[in-house]
């Protein structure tokens, strides 16, 4: 029995960073259409960036359950990309979507050798700081106590996203924006200032993701083109562009692959995408379909 | 006229390589070839027909491994049967995964080719008693219509009577590849890109042949694979993994999907370029990183693009 | 004589909105029939249901005797009907010879070939010729379309869509868009290649009265889903209701 909740554990606890890569993602295609192929690649900045701070700050002598506050403070950080990244595809906004893609492919590409560049090719891990809160036991299997941060973590932003999308001016300019860009520039409002925000954040989310995640796992070179096909898969099956289907999506995901890889871990990718095959198949807009301009 | 000229000089340059004793170049050429196959194909489907696919180096995968298999395996050494079969099982996974895919458009197909892509890539990967896992399948020197040239070491074989043969499977492709583009199925194909619904009301069955154009893409792509691996001997996983599909379509895009030569001047600068930038450093994704988003944003027709350009002006 | 298109009792709605509320309209050959109504009336829904496009929530479609409802554009032009549509839409990179090729292909069923040379096509050849020869477009076969002017693309439109020699063609709106001067002879061209090339029946939706009246056999007034008149122009000129919602005061 145990088991089976480490199990769900193990895969809700991955289901949180997927959410928030995913999030990010929906977020960016929302409002400029675009699908952001460089989603993953911001999750393993994050991750790599998350770990230089702690190490960093641990250096400095900041007490280590404060650590948690330095990998969110170094994603947030990373935010300070999102401007000029979102200038850059903005050139090509109006573009065709061969060209958006391959231009958030480019970004892959440099992406990928800048952390290649700073941090190196070997793994890239954090120690053992995140046991400072702790352990649970649940039978004969020891969780530590900083994944039920995490999951909580994750679903504090979820909560937050909602509140934001849903009950801030912003959010409601931004579910304007995504519904109709025209009219929402007719009626006034900065596309230019709402499209690097919205990029921004969706940024910080995955940057933030990646960094969560990372303290219990080493922070490898292909970490973010690896996300990239997990975080396609859970926009698919949660519907393109729908916040709760990114949320849905990913837990879909992250409970399947962990009971996947524990039935039989050949098979844990084609577990999900045979899900994604049958989604496809009988509700091709995803479960939470929404309805675009 | 000026066209033909070029075209035939072009051709005679490529066939003097060898020849003119820069063996290393003459190797550079051989994944040009392959490349070249591959992309004829992936241009048919989105050049053509305007579909993004982002899992074409799915049946480069294919083709690669078909070949390892008939070679190491079943000791099969005749290229012509490596590439017979590596189109054959191209056919039978392009059929099923051709349906599902061109059911939809932009962007889902992008990602459901991605997806398959990547399914294939984590069968290679995992299945390892049938594919040798990460560690891949090696491919065994295959003869040459019927010809062992065991005489030759690897070097002279692949600089010699494999170029020659790359090269003129490569000639073959671009004529095949010529007669569909400018046959009813290339007219239609073209009429789905420019406007999907207007050809369906005009009587063009939409799905169907967009259909035909993913399966042929896969063979051409199939094909590719088998002069890849040839090479290298060796087949991995990699070959499947996405951002191999992406270089793919970066070669498309640099030397122009609109242009049926396109392909071939998309995957000869792509190959040199790469060997060029990687003598001089190790960060050469970062740099074709940049050359893509500048061709992306400034050069958006590629090279030939601005070729074509001159030629009106 | 059996109706080559037959709509009866079509009830069509979207949730609680009812755009079709038991429609019944029958075109026989060689009728021109012309189909009125104000905004709203249900006109757009109609074509479409009867084109195949929508299936009707309830109520039977036959073209030729056939059941056609939801049967979608490609099959339609395989069994003979055709439309074109109120905005203009072409292939913008196609030439207009190469545009009026593909449906010439698809009426001969060689649209999917491989391998055959399509300039050696001499059945295609003549097609587009043809085509082209009816529609005053032959001095311009080898222009992109993106580059014709708004009244030739919509020459070229609609030329596509005769090129499929259908039995019977639905015209939404043929001229608008098109300035007042152009658009009797845009009329004639449609009328007199209708006929060369044996088109059984012409169904349009029009706005434009002097249109209707000038060329219809058959006038059928829609209004709020349902078919408020259906007869000759003297007795829809005739009838108050129709005038009233649909015509306004007539010149």
Known sequence: MTQVLNLLLGGVFH??????????????????????????????LGAYAGITAVQTAL???????????????????LGLLGPPIERLLRTIYDRDEAFQLLLTFALVLMLEDVIRFVWGAAPYQLGGVYLVYGQVRLGTVTIPVYNFVVIGAGLAIAAAMGVLLTRTRFGGIVR???????????????????STRVFTLGLVLGTVGGALVIPA?????????????????????????????????????GVLKAVAIAVYPEAEMLAIYVIVIGVLLFRPAGLFARATA | MIRHLVLAAALAAVAAVPLLGRDYYATLMLPFFAYSVALLGLNLLFGTTG???????????????????????????????????AVVAAVVIAVPVGWLCVRYVKIYFGMLTLAFGMLFYSFLYKFYGLTGGDEGMPVARPSLLGRGFGDLDKTSYLIGPYYYYSLALCVVAAVVMWRIVHSPLGLSLRAIRENADKAEYVGVRVRRYRFYAF????????????????????ASPTLAYWTHSGNLVFMLLLGGFGHFFGPLLGAFVFIFLQDQVMSVTEYWRFVFGAVLAAVVIFLPRGLMGVLARQERA | MTPLLEARDVVKHYGDVQALNGVTVTVREDEFVSIIGPNGAGKTTLVNVLTGLLRPSSGRVTFKGRDVAGVGPVRLAGLGM???????????????????????????????????????DADVREGVAEMAALFGLTDKLGRPARTLPQGDKKLLDVASAFALRPELILMDEPTSGVSTHD???????????????GVKAIIQVEHDMDIVFGYSDRIVALHQGRVLADGPPDAIRADDRVVATVIGRLR
């Open chain 1, 15 to 44: 289901a949180a960073a997927l959410f928030l890569v995913a999030a990010g993602l929906q977020l960016v295609f929302g409002v400029q259409k675009i699908l952001n192929l460089a989603c993953g690649s911001f999750y393993a």
């Open chain 1, 59 to 77: 250096a400095a002598g900041v007490p280590a359950p404060l650590f948690l506050l330095v990998l969110i403070g170094a994603g947030l950080t």
């Open chain 1, 176 to 194: 304007a924006a995504a519904e109709n860009r025209g009219m929402a520039e007719a009626l006034g409002v900065d596309m230019a200032r709402i």
């Open chain 1, 217 to 253: 796992g080493a922070a490898v070179n292909e970490m973010g083109i690896e996300l990239i096909v997990e975080a396609f898969a859970v926009v698919v099956i949660g519907g393109l562009g729908s916040m709760r289907g990114a949320f849905v999506g990913a837990l879909i995901v």
């Open chain 2, 51 to 85: 579909l993004l696919s982002f899992g074409h180096a799915l049946f480069l995968a294919v083709g690669g491994y078909a070949a390892a298999y008939l070679g190491s395996t079943l000791q099969v050494r005749s290229l012509e049967a490596m590439l017979a079969v």
């Open chain 2, 215 to 234: 399966v042929i893409a896969a063979v051409f792509g199939a094909a590719g694979g088998v002069l890849l691996v040839v090479p290298t001997g060796l």
């Open chain 3, 82 to 120: 055709a439309r074109s549509f109120q905005l203009v839409n072409v292939f913008p990179g196609l030439t207009v010879a190469e545009t009026l090729a593909v449906p010439t292909l698809a009426r001969c069923g060689r649209g999917g070939r491989p391998f055959a040379s399509l300039g050696r």
């Open chain 3, 183 to 197: 658009k009797t002879a845009i009329m004639e061209t449609l009328v007199h290649a209708a006929k060369r090339i």
